[in-house]
Nanobody
Framework: VQLQASGGGLVQPGGSLRLSCTAS????????VAWFRQAPGKEREFVTA????????YYADSVKGRFTVSRDNTKNTVYLQMNSLKPEDTAVYYC???????????????????WGQGTLVTVSS
């Protein structure tokens, strides 16, 4: 299984970006998918997750109301729409998948089976 994260770039504060996470070797519809991010000098942190069953979504408080996670199973891709971006959103964003994710574990890195390589998002004027 390989995950390809893309869509990062440089954007001004208040702008938008859409990240994509495309899976190969396994149908993304079979998994729960999360996005994490790692800012310079900081630990990687949970951003959002979309569950396999029912497509329930969960967000970190810092991005709630600004970010939206969605999936397109026909394209084997999960998206992260990021609006109203702030300088503190600057980070490398990673997608990850889990075949057996449970609610109590969604923020834990070890709950995920596969990880993408990351895509850099820079929010700056």
């Amino acid at each position: 299984v390989q995950l390809q994260a893309s869509g990062g770039g440089l954007v001004q504060p208040g702008g938008s970006l859409r990240l994509s996470c495309t899976a190969s070797g396994r149908a993304v519809s079979r998994d729960s998918v999360a996005w994490f991010r790692q800012a310079p000098g900081k630990e990687r942190e949970f951003v959002t997750a979309i569950f396999r069953a029912g497509s329930n979504t969960y967000y970190a408080d810092s991005v709630k109301g600004r970010f939206t996670v969605s999936r397109d199973n026909t394209k084997n891709t999960v998206y992260l729409q990021m609006n109203s971006l702030k300088p503190e959103d600057t980070a490398v964003y990673y997608c990850a998948t889990s075949a057996r994710l449970i609610l109590s574990s969604l923020r834990l890195e070890h709950a995920y089976d596969y990880w993408g390589q990351g895509t850099l998002v820079t929010v700056s004027s």
